[in-house]
């Protein structure tokens, strides 16, 4: 069931569109903000609220990359893997990264603490290379910067 | 040198509110606007500027709002101006700097683009990972209400507009406008037919322009000071400055505003600083991931969208990606067709097909095991992939990197297949 907060939250974006389901990614956003990733049932919840079929969101859901319908760690890594990146290495940062978690891209850590995830592009290729945890931005990464951001996230 | 887009944006860590941009003139060109100016005078001066679009296709801004029914009849009402700032494209940041270096810079273009096409309801579609922007556009539009620059009765005048935040949920393809009016109305982002083009036919069935962020934070310049002026601009009479990006090994990558009609080299050598010690320039994709290459022989063609396009390449968004001698090329390349392969929505056959096959091809020559015929393969397919073969422009823009990288470095594909190894290994 959708919390009150939710709902709250998803009838402020139907407010914006001329009809309900047009908030359907909105709605799919804000329930991740709240629940990390996104249920079947969640998925139910939304139809019902925003008038769709269950089948209907999930066909929005799975198309856009962003959007989680498998259960992630409670911190996202996200590695800009485009290829203004990988110029400027990312490739010896995930391979660093991989182990020292040991996990690969789409995996969780055993104890939840982090899902990695390949991602193009971050837009920060000035700065290259560059990756995201959570909503937080880093870039121009090291291997000694990156000790130091992992620290940060429990 | 004047870069009236950049001039105001001091660092990138310095929100600009609404006072500030107030202190340097802003808001002055909609006044004026909304009080000596017609809706067609507007959409005149735009187009008379020759402002072309600065997403990457280059498509002639006034031209494409004088395509909006300008009549009153219900099943045109209402009409909608959307702002593409999904910014996606692989090596591309310039963007980013204008939003969340001056919004109300890009607000105030907007309520004009929005009252030269009398639309009453305008969205901002927005990159998922541009984070910080969000909260700044957020605060910017909330200052712009309450000082009456939008909501009902704008500045005194009987124009109405409300603004909107999308934050997208990712996808390349949420950029090409018709596939980000299907994604604004929360559906999949797949790209519609053209005709009906969103002017007459766009967002919930209505007239509708889309634009970029970098368009649109030219039109109160260019409204206040002229097209003559914007003209003057740049060095080829195309008019304006544009945003230029480099990334890759090179001293000083960044984004700066330059006269459209600055050569490669300029960019690359006096603004980039010169390659890193070391590492030689072997080509670029000069306006991301999604152009073709262009080599040391072109580093004196001047970067406009007219000049860039006689060498076979586009000037796209302006934002470089530059290939090193210490990086691969197939390596390069095979990173984008992936990208490109992943990205596809899968619509129509040579896009869903056509690039994983493709991927896969350049994935075995990287590794050792390509044969020699891969390389015509990889040419047929990136003919089939060209315009005219597919549904939208993603799948052309794939083929732009592989067929001129098939050309420009040849002897290295065939270099992977006969040693069956990635030489740089």
């Known amino acids: 069931m959708l919390s009150v907060e939710e709902i709250n939250e998803i009838q402020n974006e139907i407010k914006q569109y001329p009809y309900p389901k047009v908030a359907c990614i909105d709605a799919l956003k804000i329930v991740q903000q709240h629940r990390a990733w996104v249920s079947d049932e ?112 429990k | 040198m004047e870069r009236p887009l950049t001039q105001h944006i001091i660092s990138d860590t310095s929100v600009r509110n609404l006072e500030n941009y107030r202190k340097v003139g802003g808001y002055s060109c909609l006044q004026k606007v909304l009080k000596s100016m017609t809706p067609g005078e507007v959409t005149n001066v735009v187009k008379v500027s020759n402002l072309l679009g600065r997403g990457g296709a280059g498509f002639p801004t006034g031209a494409k709002w004088s395509l909006v029914p300008m009549d009153t009849v219900k099943s045109n009402l209402p009409k909608y101006l959307v702002c593409n700032a999904d910014e996606m494209e692989p090596g591309t940041f310039k963007d980013r700097y204008l939003l969340e270096g001056n919004p109300h810079q890009l607000i105030e273009g907007m309520i004009i683009a929005a009252y030269a096409i009398q639309a009453e309801k305008s969205y901002i579609f927005l990159r998922w990972a541009y984070k910080k922007a969000e909260k700044v556009l957020r605060t910017a539009i909330e200052e712009a209400y309450s000082a009456g620059y939008l909501g009902n009765n704008i500045l005194g005048s009987d124009f109405n507009l409300d603004m909107h935040v999308h934050s997208s949920a990712g996808r390349y393809i949420c950029g090409e406008e018709t596939a980000l009016l299907n994604s604004l109305e929360g559906k999949r982002a797949l790209p519609r037919a053209k005709p009906p083009y969103p002017a007459l036919n766009g967002l919930f069935g209505r007239p509708t322009v889309v634009n970029n962020v970098e368009t649109l934070s030219w039109i109160s310049h260019i409204v206040e000071k002229g097209a003559e002026w914007f003209k003057g601009l740049s060095l080829t009479g195309t008019g304006g400055t544009k945003l230029f990006g480099v990334s890759g090994k090179v001293r000083k990558p960044g984004t700066w505003e330059l006269p459209l009609g600055i050569t490669f080299r300029e960019l690359l050598e006096e603004h980039a600083g010169g390659m890193i010690d070391g590492h030689k320039f072997r080509g670029a994709l000069p306006g991301g991931a999604s152009t ?81 015929e ?51 290994r």
């Open chain 1, 42 to 153: 969640s998925v139910s919840d939304i139809a019902e609220l925003l008038g769709m079929s269950a089948e209907e969101v999930d066909g929005i859901a799975t198309f856009y990359s962003r959007i989680y319908r498998q259960p992630v760690g409670r911190n996202i890594i996200l590695i800009c893997d485009s290829v203004s990146c990988m110029i400027m290495g990312y490739e010896s940062l995930y391979e660093y990264l991989s182990k020292k978690l040991k996990i690969r891209f789409g995996e969780t850590t055993s104890d939840g603490r982090f899902t990695i995830l390949p991602n193009s592009c971050l837009g920060d290729c000035d700065n290259a290379p560059a990756m995201m945890v959570n909503n937080d931005h880093f870039n121009r990464l090291t291997i000694e910067k990156l000790d130091e951001i992992l620290d940060r996230y």
């Open chain 2, 292 to 372: 073709d290459f262009i080599v040391e022989e072109h580093l004196d063609v001047q970067m406009d969208f007219k000049t860039v396009a006689a060498v076979g390449s586009r000037l796209g968004t302006g934002t470089m990606i530059v290939l090193d001698d210490k990086t691969c090329p197939v390596s390069f390349i095979h990173n984008v067709e992936k990208f490109f392969a992943l990205e596809s929505c899968g619509w129509c056959t040579p896009c869903r097909e056509g690039l994983p096959w493709v991927e896969k091809m350049l994935s075995s020559i990287e590794e050792g095991t390509g044969k020699i």
């Open chain 2, 374 to 424: 891969y390389l015509d393969l990889l040419s047929f397919s990136a003919k089939y992939m060209s315009p005219g073969n597919t549904f939208c422009a993603h799948a052309p823009g794939a083929a732009e990197p592989l067929q001129s990288g098939l050309k420009y470095f040849h002897d290295d594909f065939v270099k992977h297949i006969t040693d069956k190894k990635c030489p740089w």
